[in-house]
């Protein structure tokens, strides 16, 4: 899912929901993956041909109190990216 505000992105991740977070990286389209439930990243890996070592743990702050939480993300590029944006549906 992805979210016009990073805030609500992030709030939405770290709440157990997945997040898509595009950016750009030395002119190349990326994404992260983002979310507190390593499961549910699990699980849409699978879908998207990704291997789970590829899965990165990296604690993030919660926007509305700024206490770490445990998340994981997958770094996205290429096919990868198409398969997620893909599946992702419209922005909120």
Same mark, same amino acid.
């Given at each position: 899912?992805?979210?016009?505000? %990073?805030? @609500?992105?992030?709030?939405?991740?770290?709440?157990?929901?997945? %997040?898509?977070?595009r950016f750009t990286l030395r002119?190349?389209?990326? &994404?992260?993956? !983002? =979310? &507190?439930?390593?499961?549910?990243?699990?699980? !849409? /890996?699978?879908? $998207?041909? $990704?291997?789970?070592e590829w899965l990165q743990h990296? *604690? #993030?702050?919660? *926007? *509305? =109190? /700024? &206490?770490? !939480?445990?998340? %994981?993300? %997958?770094?996205?590029? /290429? !096919?990868? #990216? @198409?398969? &997620? $944006?893909?599946? =992702?549906?419209?922005?909120?």
């Amino acid at each position: 899912m992805e979210f016009r505000l %990073w805030r @609500e992105g992030m709030t939405h991740a770290l709440n157990g929901g997945l %997040w898509l977070h595009r950016f750009t990286l030395r002119n190349e389209r990326m &994404a992260h993956l !983002v =979310s &507190a439930d390593r499961a549910l990243l699990l699980r !849409v /890996g699978t879908q $998207l041909g $990704l291997a789970p070592e590829w899965l990165q743990h990296k *604690p #993030l702050r919660y *926007p *509305p =109190s /700024g &206490a770490r !939480v445990e998340a %994981w993300h %997958w770094d996205l590029r /290429g !096919v990868y #990216l @198409e398969r &997620a $944006l893909a599946l =992702s549906g419209p922005r909120r």
